[in-house]
């Protein structure tokens, strides 16, 4: 701002942003250069050695089973944004066009984002007495008379592995969609009423459009935590399914360091352009600046 | 709003079913597992229960199945306390930076970015395979303390930003003109208008490294944290055991939020009195 700047040195921003830079350097940028490096190293699963190699890139892209955990990845991906934009979006909405009053609807909201700051593995532990053998889920069933054997398919399935996205990570949605959805103003909801538009007019042609940078970051979010999880992938399907980073921690724990790098390599690219895909569609930068 | 006059309607009632079962959804499992884990020394890991004890979080400090929980529970307190401190410090000044142009603001807002998109192993992996290559040991509170900055700090950063979005600069500019040194106008001026929201940024600081998994667990060295004992925990333990940390580390989760949340409300109920009154 040029009020200020007139006033305090031009070395200021430097040096109050100089610890945020110099860790995120040191943090994050160079290590994402050591795996990109490490990923044309050569490795004979005891030591690696700093010679040039395309070896691990071949070796993962000829690799029939690097295809097939994409897809797996991906239709993980796929299922829990639909299912998070569509839980995301109609929690936002009650919030916004239906809860009136302010405190309530701060409150209600804050509820939703309470568990972000809790633990991700104990809420992904406690769908375990809901969903096993003789869980919650096929005690309620069977005392209702609606099944007479425990379903087997609840706990160490892909059901238990996409619930369990669903539940850490709706609420990544709920908050941009929130967010956006609080910013339109009621009086355009009012004209478009006033104009004879039906309720669900409105909702496709204002609300649903005025609501895309939100649900865009939130997109943006739950497609990089889904395809960025190893863990609730291999513990909630008992170790049956697989996706590209849990093969990536295999390779890891095998030491084969080269291997897990050009897979991540590969990860970072296809996760790359989906999130500007998402920004083709909306531009959160021009949006974000209204 | 005129639509507030309104009866409310059958799509009200709906839509409050709708949120309420996913409220239900989002806490139910857990609230489970809180009761579960005072199952009673023969219970097992679901419903019923076999009578109401507290043996279970007895077993998790006597018993040595579970590895070293209490020195994982001390280091993870210890990083979260650290992360909470310089994630507050770092942030308010970067945030405070970034009202003004400078060069390389755009390229770090990426890589601050870049850090919340990118996954936690992956990263872990570029720290620990750079510390390697440095010949620096991996340690808690050296390399993990690195790996938890770069998931607390960028968190931070956006939170510093949604704060100073509603600050007013011309008290800063008040204060100069009255003669305040630039120490003094953060010490007296900005820090404690900028207070509640500083909280926030400590809240996320601290949850976010207590909480940390994915990027732990190839930066902390041969020592812990409790997370990576929890998860290691998941395919090992299969008593109520399980349960009980559960049931621990949410209640200081719990804990911590709530102290953060009160700590605003004060200042805020204090700031609207101190209005009134003037």
Not at chain 1, 5 to 24: D, E, H, K
Request: some cysteine.
């Amino acid at each position: 701002m040029s009020r200020s700047s007139g006033r305090t040195p031009v070395l200021t921003p430097y040096l109050q942003v100089a610890p945020l830079a110099l860790i995120m350097l040191a943090m994050v940028g160079i290590p994402i250069v050591t795996v990109v490096l490490l990923s044309f190293w050569q490795s004979d699963g005891i030591a690696i050695y700093p010679e040039f190699t395309w070896d691990n890139y071949r070796l993962v892209l000829t690799s029939p089973v690097t295809l097939t955990l994409f897809l797996a990845t991906l239709k993980y991906a796929a299922i829990t944004l639909v299912a998070t934009v569509l839980i995301g979006f109609t929690c936002s909405y009650f919030l916004v066009f239906h809860v009136r009053n302010l405190k309530w609807q701060i409150g209600l909201f804050l509820l939703c984002t309470i568990p972000f700051w809790t633990s991700n593995v104990i809420r992904m532990v406690s769908w375990i007495p809901f969903l096993g053998r003789e869980g919650v889920f096929n005690q309620a069933l069977m005392a209702a008379g609606l099944i007479d054997r425990p379903l087997d398919i609840l706990l160490y399935s892909d059901f238990a592995v996409v619930l369990t996205y669903i539940h850490l990570f709706t609420l990544f949605m709920i908050v941009p969609v929130f967010n956006s959805m609080a910013k339109i103003n009621p009086s355009l909801i009012e004209a478009a009423r006033d104009a004879g538009a039906s309720g669900w007019q409105i909702l496709w042609t204002v609300i649903v459009p005025l609501s895309r940078t939100g649900i865009a970051l939130g997109s943006i979010f739950v497609v990089t935590l889904v395809m960025g999880d190893f863990f609730v992938v291999r513990v909630m399907s008992g170790g049956q399914s697989a996706s590209v980073v849990s093969a990536m921690k295999n390779q890891i724990d095998q030491l084969f360091y080269p291997e897990a790098s050009a897979m991540a390599v590969l990860l970072i690219v296809v996760v790359l352009m989906m999130v500007s895909a998402i920004l083709r569609i909306v531009d959160i930068r021009s949006e974000l600046a209204r | 709003m005129t639509q507030s006059t309104g009866r409310r309607g059958a799509g009200f009632w709906l839509l409050a079913a709708f949120f309420a079962l996913f409220v239900i959804f989002l806490y139910g499992p857990m609230l489970v597992i809180f009761i579960l884990s005072f199952q009673g020394p023969t219970g097992g890991l679901t419903f019923p229960l076999r009578g109401v004890s507290t043996h279970w979080f007895g077993d998790l400090w006597s018993s040595t199945r579970y590895g070293d929980l209490g020195g994982a529970f001390r280091r993870s307190l210890m990083l979260g306390a650290m992360s909470l401190l310089i994630t507050a410090a770092v942030c308010l000044f970067a945030g405070l930076a970034f009202r003004r142009r400078f060069w390389g603001a755009g390229p770090l807002f990426y890589l601050a970015i870049t850090s919340l998109v990118v996954p936690g192993i992956l990263l872990g992996l570029g720290i620990s395979q750079l510390f390697q290559l440095m010949g620096f040991r991996l340690q808690w509170w050296l390399s993990g303390l690195g790996a938890h900055l770069s998931w607390t700090l960028p968190f931070g950063l956006l939170i510093m930003f949604a704060v100073l979005n509603r600050f007013d600069g011309s008290w800063e500019e008040a204060a100069r003109d009255a003669g305040a040194s630039p120490w003094q106008v953060l010490r007296l001026v900005t820090v404690p208008i900028l207070f509640p929201g500083l909280i926030a940024v400590a809240l996320f600081g601290f949850t976010l490294s207590y909480d940390e998994m994915p990027r732990s667990l190839l930066t902390v060295g041969g020592r812990n944290t409790l997370p990576i004992e929890i998860s290691n925990m998941t395919t090992n333990v299969t008593t109520p055991a399980l349960y009980a940390i559960g049931t621990v580390t949410s209640v200081i989760s719990f804990t911590v939020i709530a102290a953060a949340f009160v700590a605003i409300a004060i200042i805020q109920k204090r700031r609207a009195r101190a209005k009134r009154g003037a």
